[in-house]
């Protein structure tokens, strides 16, 4: 990766707003499943959970996206740690590994599409572990597993233009933040 610049957390927010707020998908997410009044509140409160106002942003691209990306880890949330043997652990590309959830993917209609039209231009969201240096995946989660789904499958993706990623610091002292966040969950009412 690439240092491009230092940005905040209202920058990287208005970049996922401009990626997911308008989308019905995500919109019925988070009113009907998660509960919450709109797409923005929901991810706000997400946000909040790993204090993302309270970090230093900046903004990386990635050199080697196929490499990169695949090597992210998946992250907090109940719907992809699900899928996993253990938690806060593993990659996409760990993830992809696992016969049955390789199998899921590789007939995931968003997953599919997204290997033959990638979004661009795109960011990620995501945190470095200060403990390993490894990434955590905060925000792009299907196009992780696009980008993985591919590597496994030796299939090329044109990526169009260059992507990015908004990273932030998680200092050691702040990884068992990851635990809470999984068990807190995003949805409004958690014990719903």
Aim: aromatic share 12%; hydrophobic share 40%; with cysteine.
């Amino acid at each position: 990766m690439k240092f491009i610049k230092d940005t905040s957390w209202e920058n990287v927010f208005e970049g996922w707003r401009e990626r997911e707020a308008n989308d019905p998908g995500w919109i019925n997410c988070a009113t009907q499943i998660k509960g919450w009044p709109d797409w923005e509140s929901w991810r706000r409160f997400t946000a909040s959970g790993i204090k993302a106002e309270k970090r230093s942003w900046q903004i990386f691209k990635f050199t080697d996206p196929i490499n990169e990306i695949s090597a992210m880890l998946v992250g907090p949330y109940s719907g992809w740690q699900s899928r996993l043997p253990e938690k806060n652990k593993f990659s996409f590309e760990d993830l992809i590994n696992i016969p049955e959830k390789y199998e899921f993917f590789k007939k995931h209609d968003k997953v599919l599409s997204m290997i033959k039209d990638f979004p661009a231009p795109t960011e990620f969201i995501g945190l470095i572990r200060k403990d390993s240096g490894k990434i955590i995946c905060l925000e792009g989660h299907h196009r992780a597993v696009a980008v993985a789904l591919a590597k496994k499958q030796d299939k090329s993706i044109d990526f169009k233009k260059e992507i990015f990623i908004a990273l932030a610091e998680l200092p050691v002292v702040e990884i068992s933040i990851l635990d809470q966040v999984l068990k807190r969950g995003t949805s409004k009412n958690p014990e719903n």
